[in-house]
């Protein structure tokens, strides 16, 4: 095991991150500038490195009340032998305690700047992981996502728009 560093963010580029999407065959298929704001927008962006390379990446996003773990990939590689799909990233595995390192970074500066609660969606695969980070299940949530761009979306945009305008008449 390689020895592994850890960095806030300034350490990577908008470039190095879209490169480790596809390395670990992600399904964001953001460009540089996409990802640029998204680091600009991110409370805390925290990354891990084994001899140079980037091998991981957590976010997290804060309004300055609420929190989002928003992603905590590593490199299926380091997560050890029990990662069973070794799907674009998710932790199912953190035999080397890499992404909980990352995970628990992210939270402490959450908390440092005033977040009284973290939020995350998890894969089946991630729960265990997420658990032992201290989440619990919040009863009755059901996640729901709307990917722009899919069927229903522009339609959604569109009557809030055409609801806003009515009302500024």
């Known amino acids: 095991m390689p020895k592994v560093t850890y960095g806030a963010g300034g350490d990577t580029d908008a470039r190095e991150l879209v490169a480790f999407y596809q390395r670990l065959q992600h399904d964001t298929a953001a460009q540089p500038r996409q990802i640029e704001r998204m680091m600009a927008r991110s409370a805390v962006l925290v990354t ?79 729960v265990d992981f997420l658990a032992e980070l201290g989440f619990r299940r919040n009863g009755g949530l059901v996640a729901l996502m709307l990917k722009a761009g899919e069927p229903g979306a522009a339609s959604t945009a569109q009557r809030g728009v055409e609801v806003g305008a009515g009302a500024a008449s």
């Open 48 to 126: 891990a490195r084994a001899d140079g390379e980037l091998i991981g990446v957590a976010r997290g996003v804060s309004d300055g009340v609420r929190g989002y773990l928003t992603e905590c990939k590593l490199d299926p590689r380091y997560q050890g032998p029990a990662a069973v799909t070794r799907t674009d990233g998710r932790i199912e595995h953190d035999e080397h305690g890499i992404a909980g390192e990352m995970a628990r970074r992210v939270l402490h500066q959450l908390a440092a700047e005033g977040v009284e609660r973290v939020d995350v969606v998890a894969w089946s695969t991630e």
